[in-house]
């Protein structure tokens, strides 16, 4: 009966867990709870193992990454206005939408290679442009500015918006500027 047990939080932590370090971690812990629970097995024992069995099941489920592919119609809505006001519907190859913990987002590929994640209210993450200049009106002004007054031979291929920063990657390899959330320059890394 304990063989069981281990088999079955085993089965559960690699299943339940498409993350390989949280797969390795989940399986290790239901095992050495488990073989510790089954030295001295007992009607106790066994209540203890369900409970630890449903406590694991529980907390790797909530980790567990689940990606598919849905339809346009199925984004947020601020995140189909972002589309219809900077690109073509029509222009969108997959969309992807990813479980992060209990939210979601979303990650667009157009038909360029251009590749835009969105939160999971719509709300744009990062444009990533590949080689192809990031459409005019998406980066704020202040930093359009900025990269034309200091760098005036390369244009933005990739903006990113982060919780206190905003970030831009330049067509001049590899080229990084970090911008606070106000648009001040604050870093650069080539």
Same mark, same amino acid.
């Given at each position: 009966?304990?063989?069981?047990?281990?088999?079955?939080?085993?089965?559960?932590?690699?299943?339940?867990? =498409?993350?390989?370090?949280?797969?390795?971690?989940?399986?290790?812990?239901?095992?050495? =709870?488990?073989?510790?629970?089954?030295?001295? /097995?007992?009607?106790?024992?066994?209540?203890?193992? =369900?409970?630890? %069995?449903? !406590?694991?099941?529980?907390?790797?489920?909530?980790?567990?990454?689940?990606?598919? =592919?849905?339809?346009?119609?199925?984004?947020p809505?601020?995140?189909q206005? /972002?589309?219809?006001k900077? /690109?073509?519907?029509?222009?969108?190859?997959?969309?992807?939408?990813?479980?992060?913990?209990?939210?979601?987002?979303?990650?667009?590929?157009?038909?360029?290679?251009?590749e835009?994640?969105?939160?999971?209210?719509?709300?744009?993450?990062?444009?990533?442009?590949?080689?192809?200049p %990031?459409?005019?009106?998406? !980066?704020?002004?202040s930093?359009?500015?900025?990269?034309?007054?200091?760098?005036?031979?390369?244009?933005? !291929?990739?903006?990113?918006?982060?919780?206190?920063?905003?970030? %831009?990657?330049?067509?001049?390899?590899?080229?990084?500027?970090?911008?606070?959330?106000?648009?001040?320059?604050?870093?650069?890394?080539d």
């Amino acid at each position: 009966m304990c063989k069981f047990f281990i088999f079955f939080a085993v089965f559960a932590a690699k299943t339940t867990c =498409l993350n390989s370090v949280s797969k390795e971690i989940g399986t290790i812990f239901a095992t050495i =709870l488990l073989k510790h629970y089954c030295l001295n /097995f007992n009607i106790d024992s066994m209540k203890k193992i =369900l409970t630890i %069995v449903a !406590v694991l099941m529980f907390t790797l489920t909530a980790c567990a990454d689940h990606n598919q =592919l849905i339809k346009y119609s199925e984004l947020p809505a601020q995140a189909q206005s /972002f589309i219809q006001k900077y /690109f073509a519907p029509s222009e969108v190859s997959y969309i992807e939408r990813e479980r992060e913990g209990f939210h979601y987002e979303y990650t667009m590929y157009l038909n360029d290679g251009t590749e835009i994640d969105f939160d999971q209210q719509g709300n744009l993450q990062l444009i990533d442009c590949k080689n192809l200049p %990031v459409p005019e009106g998406i !980066v704020p002004e202040s930093i359009v500015n900025y990269v034309q007054l200091h760098h005036p031979s390369h244009f933005i !291929v990739e903006y990113e918006i982060g919780y206190r920063y905003q970030k %831009v990657e330049l067509n001049a390899g590899e080229l990084e500027l970090l911008f606070d959330r106000d648009g001040h320059i604050v870093g650069i890394d080539d």
